[in-house]
Structures are given as C-alpha cells and as structure tokens.
C-alpha cells in the first residue's frame, strides 16, 4: 500500500499568493497514478489534478500539478478566495488500493 | 453536467446492516467504473470499493472487504453498496464518484449519504 504524506498541514496565506502543496509517496507511483482533491466544507471532492500534471475539465489555469516517483507537488499561482479549502492527493491505479494523503488545509491568513 | 445521487444512509444499529444507492444521470452510465469513498468525522478520505463497468471487476480496502459488497444495475443507472456488519466506526458520509474515462481518478463526486452506527 502507498502512504501518502501531505505537508504542511495547515497553511495560512492571502489572497493572491502562490502556494505550494507536497505530498510524498512511501513508493515510488507507478505511472504517474497521483491526483489532487479540493474539498471545500459541505461539498464533494472536486477533481483537480490527475495523472500527476493534467488540469480535470473546468479547473482554472492557476492550478498546476507536478512531481514523478515519490515526490508530487499542487501549485496555485494565484490564491483566489475561493481556493481557501483542504487539499486532497490520492494515488489510484489498477490495482488496488487505492489511498488518500491526510490533506492540507489552506485557510485566510 | 454529470450528476451523481447517493440515498439510503440513516442511523443503524451495531452489527446491522445498511444499503446505500447511487443513481447516475446525464452520462453513459454503464460505460465508466464506479468508486465508494468515504469520510468519517475528523478524518481524511478513505476509498471503499471499486467496480468496473460491467461488473465484472470488484475490488475492496481491506478495512470492508468480506463485510461490504459492491454492484451496479446498468440498466437503472443505479450503484450499490451493501453494508453488513456494521461497527461504530463506519459511521461517515459516504460518497459514490465516477472514474474518469482516461484514467482512473475519481472525477464526479455526490453530494454524500450519511451513516451513523450506533446503539
């Protein structure tokens, strides 16, 4: 199984800032199978990231995704208000199973 | 847009058992792979189960496995998740999600059915 470990935990930033995101593998992920969540409180996760580096349909430019192996990183170029929520990255495949890191919450300085 | 309808959560007692549905609509249904996932409070997100499109492919975290049991009803658009079993700490919102076409990141999610075992 992959452990994924997400740091920091908490960050507390402003709006317009850039932020970066780790989450770290126990293994190297095979096929670049790593995806980043945003989980806002009272919704559904919502797909940003998949494959490591692609954008899902309909997230804005500013999100990017990148890293390979054990080492993947979420950058948000600018933080918009509605970029403050928790930050999910999950390693899937074809085989299972499949695992989420414990998240990172970004919240308004 | 592709929507997904989670139902059949409610209170229950240990040991009982619990099926909850989710019902597809907008997209292709019985062409995608399907996911349960789910949050208990004060915790991350913790994947249950996996089905493939026809059904002929079920995979399960080991935390459920032998206790749960995933299907899917093509013809209805409808997901399954039987719950047997049940302990205190399967209590949490549970969430059924669609499997991206390309891949296999979760790429439609519910709005969640909540789940609370207790006595």
């Known amino acids: 199984e992959v452990v994924l470990t997400q740091s920091p935990g908490t960050l507390s930033l402003s709006p317009g800032e850039r932020v970066t995101l780790s989450c770290r593998a126990s293994?190297?992920?095979?096929?670049?199978?790593l995806a980043w969540y945003q989980r806002k409180p009272g919704q559904a996760p919502r797909l940003l990231i998949y494959?490591?580096?692609n954008r899902a349909t309909g997230i804005p430019d500013r999100f990017s995704g990148s890293g390979s192996g054990t080492d993947f990183t979420l950058t948000i170029r600018r933080l918009e208000p509605e970029d403050f929520a928790v930050y999910y990255c999950?390693?899937?495949?074809?085989?299972?199973?499949?695992?989420f890191g414990g998240g990172t919450q970004v919240e308004i300085k | 847009q592709d929507l997904l309808v989670e139902s059949g959560g409610g209170v229950v007692q240990p040991g009982r058992s619990l099926t909850l549905s989710c019902a597809a609509s907008?997209?292709?249904?019985?062409?995608?792979?399907m996911y349960w996932v789910r949050q208990s409070p004060g915790k991350g997100l913790e994947w249950l189960a996996y089905?493939?499109?026809?059904?002929?492919?079920?995979n399960y975290a080991e935390s459920v496995r032998g206790r749960f049991t995933i299907s899917r009803d093509n013809s209805k658009g409808t997901l399954h998740l039987q719950m047997n079993s049940l302990r205190a700490d399967d209590s949490a919102l549970y969430y059924c999600?669609?499997?991206?076409?390309?891949?296999?990141?979760?790429?439609?999610w519910g709005q969640g059915t909540t789940v609370i075992v207790s006595s």
């Open positions: 907008r997209f292709t249904f019985k062409i995608y792979g």
């Open positions: 999950q390693h899937y495949g074809a085989s299972p199973p499949i695992t």
């Open positions: 089905i493939s499109f026809d059904g002929r492919l079920k």
């Open positions: 999600a669609k499997r991206l076409d390309s891949d296999y990141a979760m790429d439609v």
């Open positions: 494959a490591a580096s």
């Open positions: 293994q190297s992920v095979s096929s670049n199978y």
